[in-house]
């Protein structure tokens, strides 16, 4: 049910499904995290607990480690790669990452986690998913599927 929200009536809970195309591929699932601020590798992440340190990031302080990041995409250097390898080798990587602005530094960043991350949506995911939702993201075949926090 693409791009559409249907109520689920097992759990009496909302869900939607967006589809998109994979970057890694993968499953995994957890706890939605969500900025629409652009994140920056180099400087912006403290890879040894996956917490966002940029002075002036909406996260600021908040670790991502073990949720689905939901971001527009990456800024700064080509820090990606050092900072998201050393935070998936200390354990502290997001399970997966959803984004909208395809670069360099995100796929490379993407990569070297080994996180499933999916962007290209038939819905923009930074105005479907808010921070506490429950996300699976079944990257091989590009489908993410959005279970809204009860409010």
């Known amino acids: 049910m693409s791009g559409a929200i249907a109520s689920d009536n097992t759990a009496a809970r909302q869900t939607l499904t967006l589809r998109g195309r994979k970057v890694v591929g993968g499953v995994a699932e957890g706890e939605a995290l969500v900025t629409r601020q652009h994140i920056s590798g180099w400087g912006g992440v403290d890879p040894r607990t996956g917490t966002i340190i940029e002075t002036r990031h909406e996260l600021r302080g908040v670790s991502f480690a073990g949720k689905v990041l939901v971001f527009p995409g990456a800024k700064g250097s080509s820090g990606w790669s050092s900072t998201f390898h050393t935070a998936r080798l200390m354990g502290m990587?997001?399970?997966?990452?959803?984004?909208?602005?395809?670069?360099?530094?995100?796929?490379?960043?993407?990569?070297?986690?080994?996180?499933?991350?999916?962007?290209?949506?038939?819905?923009?995911?930074?105005?479907?998913?808010?921070?506490?939702?429950?996300?699976?993201?079944?990257?091989?075949?590009?489908?993410?599927?959005?279970?809204?926090?009860?409010?």
């Open 93 to 151: 990587a997001p399970a997966a990452m959803l984004y909208n602005e395809t670069t360099a530094k995100a796929a490379l960043g993407a990569v070297v986690t080994h996180a499933p991350t999916v962007t290209d949506f038939d819905l923009d995911p930074l105005q479907h998913i808010e921070t506490g939702d429950w996300v699976r993201v079944d990257a091989d075949r590009g489908v993410v599927e959005v279970v809204r926090r009860a409010t």
